[in-house]
């Protein structure tokens, strides 16, 4: 299969989690979240409550999607970054590590300029971290060994429905 | 492709329902929705045109419970019908871990049914996804309309590989949870068996 499933442990979250707590501040952001192409949200940091995180990463992997798509048509790999600018709130969006998306909501307290500069740094760091997550996850594939998933039983399965 | 955060204790899932345009699938997410306690359901979110056909996407985030000690969560998503759509219908299966194919009973949608099977097949493959090795499920939607095909010949004609499949009426909500059970406990057997 073309991207396997995705397994992070505690150790990597508070990798990840750390990076993007350091974004809020040094780029002075309201809100940092990583989320994966394919609509799951990851991590997020910074001044979230009220928003809805969930449909925030799946329409970001949306418009990400769809972008991709015009970007091939066009002859372009990607868009790697995309920029929306708001009256109060403006959204800064980025690929990493191929597989992953990290989004800036910052206003006028921020500048573009300040966020493009931190997020170069934050990304390189967070590809770094996915990359070696990635290949944990692969290897553990194979083997997974105490995975609380091979377990399961159909007892499990079917007590999530019993209600 | 499923994500299982053992930080948080949760897994994430994907589910796609595919079909042509106007089968049904749309309606199903809205009966789950508006069934669903909202202690575990998020917000549905429709992307629709102004006539309320799907441009992109819906996408309805459940969550079902736990299951040894995780938060398990699906994703549902549909994608648009209409046979134009096929770029977005693409981007929308990237990443699925289970399928559930809602059929139009209607006779005279047949043709239309066994034109998105393949389409779902030729989509799928591109991805690098075999639809005979992942979860999946047929739904046959629309099954109070008079001019329904009989069950047997829907069967005969989509059901090829002996998959689960259900009778239903989105409508009313008759088959629609039968349907999204049989397909996540296709996903959470694969997750089980992948993790051995
Ligand atoms: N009679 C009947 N109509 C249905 C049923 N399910 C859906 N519909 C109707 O079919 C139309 C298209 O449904 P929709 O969910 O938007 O289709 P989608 O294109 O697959 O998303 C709507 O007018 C629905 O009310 C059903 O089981 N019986
Ligand atoms: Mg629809």
Redesign the pocket.
Known sequence: MMDSQLVMYEEDFKRVLAVIQRLVRDANAKGVFVVDKNGQLIAEAGEVRGIDTTSLASLTAGSIAATGGLAKLIGEEDFPTHFHQGVKDNLHITIVAKRMILVVIFDDRSSLGLVRLRVKKASGELGKIFEELQKKSEADQAGAPGSPFSEITDDDIDNLFSD | MSFINYSSREINCKIVYY??????????L?FIYNKTNPDLKGKMISLATET???LFF?FLPLALGQIRGFKTRFHLY?V??QVFYDASRKLILKGVDGVVF?ADSQVERMEANLESMDNLRINLKEQGYELDKMPFVIQY?????PNAAPLEELRRQLNTTGVPDFE?????GGGVFETLKAVAKGVLSDLKRLSR
């Open positions: 079909g042509p345009g106007l089968c049904g699938k749309t309606t199903n809205q309320e056909r799907t819906d549909t648009p019908g809602v939607n629309k099954r109070d309309l239903a009426c989105a409508t009313d």
